[in-house]
């Protein structure tokens, strides 16, 4: 009982409330110089991401560390003057200036990994573990906690797994992953800006590249953390057991988006259609976004974005219209009565196409007259286009119109399909309706009808 009463007695003197009233001070401050920082800083935040945005952020993010600092420091020197003792005001120096230290070197290392903000949700999380670990050893408490969590696993024959192996591991992992994208964004920005490579085989290096230091990565964390990869081997004929049987689709998929960014059959910024049959055929048009591992991205003017497997594309007719030369030819075939001048027609035909500032002069337009059918005379408009990727089908629109009015204009006819339907009354056969010859019928000379 006495000697908790010295303790309580201890806690309470002067020099340690003192102490702590310095601390609940530093971390108050510190809460209101974050929401103030942020409150001035996000009003003038560059919308692009450049050196100095990235120099702001970093001061928001250590601005209320940097402030509990101060007000710690100052009350150390104050109660160190009045000679009070700072046992706890020294820890927490140290700890806040590790804290600051921790705290820009992981939101250094978020933005080179993830420029676009998609690892942020973890970044005080991450920080906070560094930093219990850091604070651990300074405040001596590191080799029980180390002993506690390698008391605790499993062991399997001549390996043991325990809590504090599996966070080493997971350490090491992260920490060469990192390194691994620190590379592979380094690769990235360096083929990104070499203009003689086609876009994709930009793509398909810098895709490659990721995957390969990510993997190398994870191995050398794993072989870094004492695990021994000879055990993965029965993981890796499982993999390849499941790729021959359930992958199937999903290998195709993975091995023709690669062929797909050697080839450079098809990348982004194409215009392209999906169809059964070969021609100017729009069905399926749209432009390619993305190249991705598993399918390619494609916008069609609707906005809507189709996301097609890889291995479609490979093996079904793909019309490219940016493939090669730009220009195409359209047709319009159209229909005109018997009784119409078919001359006038084609002429017509070929002031319709005339004026159109899309349509070439060179092939010209040209105009022909088809075949003679049941229902009229079939006639064709051909032209050239030379930007199919701003548009087929209003080029066509913009020329039937103007069909539409010359002929309405001279008097052309478009005939629809007639048909005759004779219908039998009654009983009577249809050769008993049939009509009769008028005289005798006078046999031949030969015998032949």
Not at 10 to 22: C, F, G, I, Y
Request: charged share 20%; aromatic share 8%.
């Amino acid at each position: 009982m006495k000697d908790f009463t010295e303790a309580l007695t201890d806690l309470l003197s002067a020099a340690n409330l003192a102490q702590a009233v310095a601390l609940v001070v530093a971390v108050g401050i510190a809460w209101f110089a974050e929401r103030a920082v942020r409150a001035w800083y996000l009003p003038r935040a560059e919308p692009e991401v450049t050196a100095r945005r990235m120099a702001f952020e970093a001061v928001v993010v250590a601005s209320p560390y940097l402030a509990a600092l101060v007000v710690l420091a100052v009350a150390r020197s104050l109660t160190a003057a009045a000679g009070l003792g700072t046992a706890v005001l020294d820890p927490a120096v140290r700890l806040t200036g590790a804290l600051i230290v921790i705290r820009l070197l992981v939101f250094a290392v978020r933005r080179s990994a993830s420029p676009d903000n998609k690892l942020k949700r973890f970044e005080n999380k991450v920080a906070l573990a560094i930093w219990l670990l850091v604070a651990a050893e300074v405040l001596g408490w590191l080799d029980f906690i180390v002993h506690s969590l390698d008391s605790v696993g499993l062991s399997t024959g001549k390996t043991k797994i325990t809590v504090w192996s599996v966070i080493a591991a997971l350490f090491a992992v992260s920490v060469c992953v990192i390194a691994s994208l620190w590379v592979a964004r380094w690769i990235d920005h360096r083929v990104s800006k070499i203009e003689t490579l086609a876009p994709s085989t930009r793509i398909g290096i810098v895709k490659t590249s990721y995957a390969f230091f990510v993997g190398f990565g994870i191995l050398l964390g794993l072989r870094a953390s004492g695990v021994d990869l000879t055990a993965l081997t029965v993981f890796s004929g499982a993999i390849g057991l499941g790729l021959g049987f359930g992958l199937q689709a999903i290998a195709a998929n993975f091995v023709s988006g690669f062929v797909l960014l050697v080839d450079k059959s098809i990348k982004p910024g194409d215009v392209i259609s999906f169809t059964g049959t070969t021609g100017t055929s729009t069905h399926g048009f749209g432009w390619v976004e993305e190249l991705r591992g598993r399918y390619i991205v494609v916008r069609d003017r609707d906005g809507v974005a189709t996301l097609v497997p890889n291995q479609n594309v490979i093996t079904n007719p793909v019309i490219n219209w940016s493939y090669g030369h730009p220009k195409v030819r359209l047709r319009i075939p159209l229909r005109i009565s018997y009784g119409d001048d078919v001359e006038l027609a084609l002429r017509l035909l070929l002031d319709a196409a005339s004026d159109h500032p899309r349509i070439l002069r060179d092939p010209s337009p040209v105009s022909r007259l088809m075949e003679f059918t049941d229902y009229g005379m079939e006639i064709e408009l051909r032209f050239w286009i030379h930007d199919p990727a701003e548009g087929v089908n209003n080029v066509r629109s913009d020329v039937n119109r103007k069909v539409w009015a010359l002929f309405r204009r001279h008097g052309i006819t478009i005939p629809p399909a007639q048909r005759e339907i004779r219908i039998l009354e009654g009983s009577a056969t249809a050769s008993s309706l049939a009509p009769r010859p008028r005289g005798p019928i006078e046999p031949t000379l030969d015998g032949q009808d």
